[in-house]
């Protein structure tokens, strides 16, 4: 009887050493996988949201992450009046822009200017209104592109429609310069303000050869 009690005593020590050790087993791994999953799980605070990350389902070097709009509008006199005589009037422009690199950026616009035109006709001097439609390609580059305002050169050409005695056709280029100020960083919303000449050389058409000098202000996003 005294062995077997001896043995009882022995199996139940041996037991509780077991349950001690797979206690301690568990608590050991509960611990490393507490630890694993501390370190894989994205820290919350300081980290800034990546472009994507904000509910776009494309990445940051998308196309259309890089697409705007532009709308402007402002003051156009005329350089060369041509043998049309025409005067001052105003331009409206609208356009879609790809920003290539962070300073050179891609536009493609639709610019209306609306001129006074004074026609000498038996001595008297008449007035008349015209439309100067024109689709072109620009591009604009970014001398301070990481600058919240900055400065920028512009130029590109395109297709003219005169819209004046039976209409005319021709082709023309433009050159000139800007400043724009950044609203939003992330989302590049921006105004500014330009001025760009445009010659039109229609010279081979009775309206003469006409040049512009349009000062307009605008947005871009």
Not at 126 to 137: E, F, H, K, L, Q
Not at 194 to 207: D, F, K, Q, V, W
Request: proline share 4%; net charge positive; hydrophobic share 40%.
């Amino acid at each position: 009887m005294a062995v077997i009690s001896s043995c009882e005593a022995q199996l139940l020590k041996f037991n509780q050493k077991r349950g001690s050790a797979a206690a301690f087993f568990l608590f050991f791994l509960v611990l490393i996988s507490s630890r694993a999953t501390a370190q894989t799980a994205p820290d919350q605070t300081g980290q800034v949201p990546q472009t994507g990350q904000l509910g776009s389902p494309f990445p940051s070097d998308h196309f259309w992450n890089r697409v705007g709009l532009e709308v402007s509008g402002g003051y156009s006199p005329v350089v060369g009046k041509g043998a049309g005589y025409f005067d001052k009037g105003w331009d409206v422009t609208v356009g879609a822009t790809d920003r290539l690199t962070s300073r050179l950026r891609l536009l493609a616009e639709l610019q209306y200017f609306g001129l006074n035109k004074n026609t000498l006709y038996k001595g008297q001097v008449t007035g008349d209104s015209n439309v100067i439609a024109t689709v072109g390609v620009s591009a604009a580059y970014d001398l301070v592109p990481r600058a919240g305002t900055s400065p920028y050169l512009i130029g590109g050409g395109g297709y003219y429609r005169l819209v004046s005695q039976g209409g005319a056709n021709a082709a023309g280029f433009a050159f000139g310069g800007g400043v724009r100020h950044r609203l939003s960083l992330e989302k590049r919303m921006e105004v500014f303000a330009e001025a760009r000449y445009h010659y039109i050389a229609s010279g081979s058409t009775p309206l003469g050869q006409i040049s512009l000098l349009p000062v307009s202000a605008g947005i871009r996003w």
